[in-house]
């Protein structure tokens, strides 16, 4: 039958950043997953938010490639990246599949999900895909305590998952490290020789320039906290009276964060008394 109506919801249209690594962007939270396209083998970089929008992944890396998906990194365990990962399995072909995913985010899954993870990695895994390697490494805590950054150097493309967004305020959850965030990203930055092209979890591509921008926003996010909290201003007034780099919906879950953070580290009111009264 000829279809009229074949672009439904999670109609997959992949975009080719380069020959050897696609991405592709998934409503309703703008998730943005990658294929990279080695000789021997195909890697998706996460898997959507549902078992349909995994299997609908799948299906167009499928058809375009003529063979399925073996090789799956998962950013770190929010739902929006994690969620189609189930599907994506059941669509393994005969050779199998595997997933790699940090350690710490495995374990913040749902408890049906962990199982699927055949490689939980700490720091750095290598993934030879025929004339065409990715790397996936840890770059320290940030957006999560579990992201991983895929770097595909022979293309010059990063994956970032959430540690940078282009679409909107990057985004926190309970697992969020707010001190060590600009430095994953900057390390992450780093590792690409601040070259090509990186690619956030959510939005557009960017340059290094405007990823290290966002990870300056973050610091100086914690930074202003950190003023506030050492000149004395209780935790409910820190957002007033400041500039800030995100919207207020994003400082207003952020702060109370950040202060618990940096209490946590130690940081109190300084004593502002001066030296000859010691
Ligand atoms: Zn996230």
Known sequence: MESTSSHHRDDVVWTPLTASVWTTRLDPYGVTCGLVIGVDHLLLVDTGSTPSQGAALSMAAARAMGRPVDRV????????????????????????????????????MAPDLRGSVEHPMSMLAYLDLGGLSAEVVHPGAGHTDGDLVVRVPDEQVTF??????????????????????????????????????????????????SVMTQAGEIGRAVDQVRTAMESGVPADRIQEGHDWPFREETIADWVPRIVDQLAARGITRRNLLPLTKR
């Not at 189609?84 to 710490?104: C, D, K, S, T």
């Not at 940078?164 to 959850?173: I, M, Y």
């Not at 780093?190 to 320039?209: K, M, Q, R, Y």
């Open 73 to 108: 990194v998962v950013t770190h365990h929010h739902g929006d990246h994690c969620g189609g990962l189930g599907a994506v399995r059941r669509a393994a072909g005969p050779e199998g599949i595997e997933v790699w995913m940090h350690r710490a985010a495995v374990a913040r």
């Open 160 to 209: 970032l998952g959430d540690l940078v967004e282009t679409s909107g305020d990057p985004q926190a959850d309970e697992s969020t490290d707010f001190w060590n965030w600009p430095s994953a990203i900057s390390s992450a930055v780093s590792a690409a020789n601040g070259e090509g092209l990186f690619v956030p979890g959510h939005g557009d591509p960017a340059e290094a320039l």
